[in-house]
Structures are given as C-alpha cells and as structure tokens.
C-alpha cells in the first residue's frame, strides 16, 4: 500500500546548520508529496509540495525535490534557524477515487536548533 | 478568515466515558478529514466527510468511533466507552475541492490546531 518512511529523529543541530531530512515512499500511481511543519502545540502547517517528477518545492529556505527515479522527497535547508525548531513530517497522496483527499504520513522528525 | 477551529483542545475523559470533538472547517470548504496521532507516531487518517456524508471511513476503528458533518454546524468526532489507547491528538482538516486541493490551481488542504484526548 501507499505509505511514507521517514528518517527517524530527534535531529538536534546549531544554528546556521545544513539541515537534510531524509524521505522516501511507495505509492502506485503518481503521488504528490508534501512537508509539513508542527511547532510545539499547534496544528500542522503546510511547509512545501510537489505534484509531480522532478518538482521542486521551496517555501522559507526549505526546498524538497521531488525523485521519482529514488522515490525520494528529502527535504532541506542551507541554514537553519533556532525559529525552524519543530516536528517535520512528510506526506503523500495518490489523488485516487478511493483515497481521494487522504495523506499518508510518515512518522514525524524532531528538529531542535541550538543557538 | 479563520482557519479551521477544533475544539476542545484539550480533553480528559475517564475510562467509560464519551468523547466529543469538534471541527468548523474553514469559510467555504465543505470537505472534512479526520485524522490521529498517537504518541511518537504520524497522523493516520480516520475519516473524510462532505456536508452530510461520510466519504471514506476505512481508517475509523470499526467500533466506539463515529463521526458527522451535518448541513448545520461543526463536524463531530465522537468516541463512546473511551479507553486508555484512545489517548491522542486528533487533527481535522478541510479543503475546499479534493481535486483541487493537490491541483494546479494551488489549493491545500488546512489542518486545525488539534484536540488532545487524555483517558484517565
């Protein structure tokens, strides 16, 4: 079935970091993919997304290049900031009649940035 | 224009006892998704709504769980006899076209600010 895996955190970094998040799914079909951002006890926020082969989504210094070729969504950022800490979570839909609407989540990566 | 309200945001219930939760999706949308998450895991989707019908319900756990979205009024997640594992988050979202939402036009899909459910 369709499904997201996602590096595992807590991923702690100081500011000014490189800053990657590793992502791959499988899915039938052409998903689209997403990053999405929950900060402590808030809902979650569109980050950036894709919709099709080699997209690029950017959004805040993010950026995720959508690799059909590796199923991959790794979402970057060149220089992170203390305000980026929070939980990342990658997503995708397949966009089907049966699962029209439904995201599939991966497992959320803690992000902590230290001054 | 508000987002999508959920509320409460937090709630604890007692082993036994009915949970209710609530969504108004945001001005203009009229589809609804419910989602969960558990402690240390991902939102996994429960349910999708339109005004009035139930889409997709293949993630609702087959009992104690339900939910509507009447022609009036918010969306209702409801969980009767609650147990410990019901402890969780639970996320609604809404759009206001599916088709749309992952569409060229640029629509998304909103995501609340969640309710916490504690069982105790």
């Known amino acids: 079935g369709d499904s997201v895996t996602q590096m595992e955190g807590p991923v702690t970094l100081s500011e000014e970091a490189f800053l990657t998040i590793n992502c791959t799914y499988t899915?039938?079909?052409?998903?689209?993919l997403f990053w999405y951002v929950q900060y402590p006890g808030e809902g979650l926020q569109l980050l950036l997304k894709?919709?099709?082969?080699?997209d690029k989504g950017s959004n805040k210094g993010f950026e995720a290049t959508y690799r059909k070729e590796t199923t991959s969504f790794h979402l970057e950022k060149g220089s992170v900031q203390v305000s980026d800490s929070a939980v990342y979570f990658c997503?995708?839909?397949?966009?089907?009649?049966?699962?029209?609407?439904?995201?599939?989540f991966g497992r959320g990566t803690q992000l902590t940035v230290w001054p | 224009n508000a987002g999508v309200m959920q509320n409460p945001r937090h709630l604890v219930r007692r082993r036994g006892q009915e949970a209710r939760l609530r969504c108004s999706p945001m001005?203009?949308?009229?589809?609804v998704y419910w989602y969960r998450q558990l402690p240390e895991e991902g939102l996994k989707f429960m349910v999708y709504?339109?005004?009035?019908?139930?889409?997709?319900e293949s993630g609702m756990p087959k009992e104690r769980f339900s939910a509507e979205f009447p022609k009036e009024g918010p969306s209702i997640l409801r969980i009767q006899q609650v147990v410990r594992g019901d402890s969780a988050a639970y996320f609604c979202?809404?759009?206001?076209?599916?088709?749309?939402?992952?569409?060229?036009?640029?629509?998304?899909?909103?995501f609340g600010e969640g309710s916490w459910l504690t069982v105790v």
């Open positions: 997503a995708l839909t397949t966009n089907r009649g049966s699962t029209l609407g439904r995201l599939y």
């Open positions: 709504l339109q005004k009035e019908n139930i889409i997709d």
């Open positions: 894709a919709t099709k082969a080699d």
């Open positions: 899915a039938t079909g052409y998903p689209s």
């Open positions: 001005k203009g949308h009229s589809h």
């Open positions: 979202a809404s759009s206001q076209n599916p088709q749309g939402a992952f569409g060229k036009f640029g629509n998304t899909i909103y």
